[in-house]
Nanobody, 116 residues
Framework: AQLVQSGGGLVQPGGSLRLSCAASGFTLNNYHMKWYRQAPGKEREWVATITRTTGSTSYTDSVKGRFTIFRDVAQNTVYLQMNNLKPDDTAVYYC??????????WGQGTQVTVSS
């Protein structure tokens, strides 16, 4: 079982990016899926969650209204849509999956750089 990330890159302030996290070896819809990020010199911080049963979402305050976590059951993939990006959003982003009795699984990480 693994999570494989794609997306990320360099974007100007105010721009948008979409991160993808594809699950293999397990059904993503049965897992709590989260995104974390780690900026240089800082601890890894939680960004967003989508729950396994109801698909409820939650976000850290700094990204509310700008980021959206969602999943595509058919593609077995979770996404993080990031709009109105700010330089403080620069970090390596990681997806994470866990369910009672299984996991946790981490993606390999992807760099997001917001700079003019």
């Amino acid at each position: 079982a693994q999570l494989v990330q794609s997306g990320g890159g360099l974007v100007q302030p105010g721009g948008s990016l979409r991160l993808s996290c594809a699950a293999s070896g397990f059904t993503l819809n049965n897992y709590h899926m989260k995104w974390y990020r780690q900026a240089p010199g800082k601890e890894r911080e939680w960004v967003a969650t989508i729950t396994r049963t109801t698909g409820s979402t939650s976000y850290t305050d700094s990204v509310k209204g700008r980021f959206t976590i969602f999943r595509d059951v058919a593609q077995n993939t979770v996404y993080l849509q990031m709009n109105n990006l700010k330089p403080d959003d620069t970090a390596v982003y990681y997806c994470f999956g866990q369910t009672p009795g299984a996991g946790p699984y981490w993606g390999q990480g992807t760099q997001v750089t917001v700079s003019s």
